[in-house]
RNA sequence: GGCCCGUUAGCUCAACAGGUAGAGCAGCGGACUCUUAAUCCGCGGGUUGAAGGUUCGAGUCCUUCACGGGUCACCA
């Protein structure tokens, strides 16, 4: 603490330490308030409806019936805009879903409390007590008797009628982009819809809802960079988990047939409209089925997540409307390529000349194997045409070290990836059981992270010694829950459906 | 990390080609007892993101930096 705040700390102040006139004008007032010995951060208060609760409940209720029956009610929430007019005032009153006018009069409450509003600010949170009558204009309204304060509000809120533009500042401080603009709350509220939509779909389906750590010593579970931490008492390095599966599947080992992980992941990569270093997905993991019934299982679940949400099967996602409408294309990962880069068949299977145009699609790390320049193809040329729910299926078995191969063709896998809206949303497979096999893939991945490729899998004999026990034929999928919450909220960018985007300091 | 764009009053935005920074909302004072982007009259509010530079003069031109947005790279 420097001599500066130690001087200061007799005389309450802002944490903003230059305060514009508006702000003086706020602590003037609550100085008044508190000469008058009034609480302007009380410790409760009563309330016999929300805001949301009053428009519900009465929103449809006749001038006579709400005059007849004297409707009295108590409300919190934050005063969001005032129009006076002499001895009488209007203003509105706002929480997290709804608003509610309140009409003031200077001969209902007296002329001293209606001075005393002349202290109440546009942001302040007080409750009104009153009966609900409606304007002439027919505007439902809350006859004002009495008013308390719950917390006063010292900065300006953004302008009404605008609501708050700056990007940086929706992010920063959420809760101005929440109280100023009603539809960043309404995504929100959809994001929170559809995790309890999903668990209420899984759990219907005899799944059990669990947590494994989000610490690991081994990260492992995606092809992907961690974070990582140490743990000073032990002396160990740790990983924030980029995957919950080889947890899960312990689980499946351990008799958890149905078992589901709502859990946040951390990726230690770039950043863009569809990656945040930490982000949201439902792992679920059913054991005696494949990754063809986990199909049928997605298309299933997105159909009533939509039908019950939105009470549409199709949604509006930018200049494209996605039907959830099943079945939905199934396109096996090498005709996805040939269908939508135009690329000839014969080329594609020319390992040598693939590996070439992969190298040209991305400056980074060069892709050295065909299986990896496949994925390299697929992102860059084929991902972002594909708008329409797609399962792309049978990928290459190098690049999916956790599923079974095909039977068919080895060198394909038994899994999906569920594509829509040029991203991917889901990732799915038959899982690997056999512990011999998947140790030979770890090691596999092994030679490969000596190479120099640092998103290969590590060698987790942890995890091969519970496949040892046996693990169940088990189809087990990941759903990214932000970029799911993207498609329903009509976003264009992952931040705008995380709460607190990771932003760099100011 | 590369490239492009942005950053001006509490908020939303102006300021032609370099010439002493404006408006609306919000605020303050006044009028107004059914308004709802209330209205009417008046007033205050700025280190133009930061630091350098060019110039008689910089919000404007140049350089560097910070943060954000877009895009490319990496990835889900």
Redesign the pocket.
């Known amino acids: 603490m420097n001599q500066q705040d130690v001087k200061k700390e007799s005389d309450p102040h802002l944490v903003q330490e ?1 305060l ?4 003086l ?2 602590l003037e ?1 609550w100085k008044k308030l508190k000469e008058k010995g009034i609480d302007v951060f009380p410790h409760r208060a009563e309330q016999t409806h929300s805001v949301f609760e009053v428009v519900r409940e009465f929103f449809s209720l006749s001038p006579e019936e709400l005059e007849d029956k004297h409707y009295q009610v108590k409300v919190p929430g934050r005063i969001i ?8 005032t ?3 009153l706002a929480d997290f879903r709804d608003r509610v ?1 309140v ?1 003031l ?4 409450i007296g002329k001293e409390n209606y001075e005393l509003f ?2 109440f ?2 942001g302040d949170v007080i409750q009104v007590e009153g009966r609900l ?7 439902l ?1 809350i ?1 004002a008797e009495k008013m308390t304060f719950l917390a006063k509000s010292f ?18 401080r959420r809760y ?1 982009d929440l109280i ?1 603009n009603p539809e960043s709350g309404e995504t929100f509220r959809i994001r929170s819809e559809i995790i309890r939509k999903m668990r209420q779909y899984f759990d219907e389906r005899g799944f059990i809802e669990v947590e494994t750590p989000m610490m690991h010593v081994m990260p492992g579970g ?4 961690p974070f990582k931490t140490f743990h000073q008492a032990l002396g160990i390095n740790l990983y924030l988990r ?1 995957a919950p599966e080889l947890y899960l599947k312990r689980l499946v080992v351990g008799g958890m047939e149905k078992v589901y992980e709502i859990n946040r ?3 230690n ?13 439902l792992e679920f993991y059913q054991a005696y089925i494949d990754y063809n019934q986990l199909m049928e299982m997605t298309e299933d679940l997105f159909l009533v997540l939509a039908k019950e949400i939105h009470g549409r099967e199709e949604l509006q996602y930018g200049d494209n409307v996605i039907s959830f409408r099943k079945p939905w294309a199934r396109l096996k990962f090498k005709e996805a390529i040939l269908k939508y880069s135009g690329l000839a068949s014969d080329r594609l299977d020319d390992e040598k000349e693939m590996i070439e145009l ?1 190298a040209t ?5 060069k ?1 050295v194997t065909y299986a ?1 320049s496949l ?2 193809i697929f ?2 040329l084929v ?2 045409k594909i708008i329409q729910p797609t399962f792309i299926i049978n990928p290459p078995r190098e690049i999916s070290p956790l599923a079974k191969a095909n039977r068919q063709n080895p060198a394909e896998a038994d899994r999906f ?1 569920l594509m829509m809206a040029g ?3 889901a ?1 799915a497979f038959s899982e690997l059981t056999d512990p011999f096999e998947q140790r030979q893939r770890f090691e596999e991945q092994a030679a490969m992270r000596n190479t120099g ?3 290969s899998h590590l060698v987790d004999l942890d995890y091969v010694e519970a496949l040892e026990y046996g693990l169940p034929p088990t189809g087990g999928e ?1 759903i ?1 829950i ?2 799911l919450t993207m498609i329903f909220t009509n976003q ?4 705008e459906v995380i709460l607190f ?6």
């Open positions: 230059e514009s006139d508006q702000e004008v706020r007032k805009a005032i129009r006076k007019m002499g001895r009488a209007f203003f509105h006018q009409y009069r200077e001969d209902l002349d202290l600010d546009i009558f409606r304007t002439r204009t027919g505007e309204t006859l900065h300006p809120l953004p302008e009404k009628w605008h609501g708050l533009q700056d990007i940086e500042l929706r992010y920063r101005l100023m995606a092809l992907a960079r980029i992941s951390f990726r990569e770039g950043v863009d409209s569809q990656h945040n270093p930490e982000f949201t997905m992969a699609l991305t400056t980074d790390k892709p990896k994925d390299v992102d860059k991902k972002e990836e991203m991917e949303l990732n490729d640092e998103e990941g990214g932000d970029r264009k960018s992952i931040r985007p990771l932003l760099k300091p100011r």
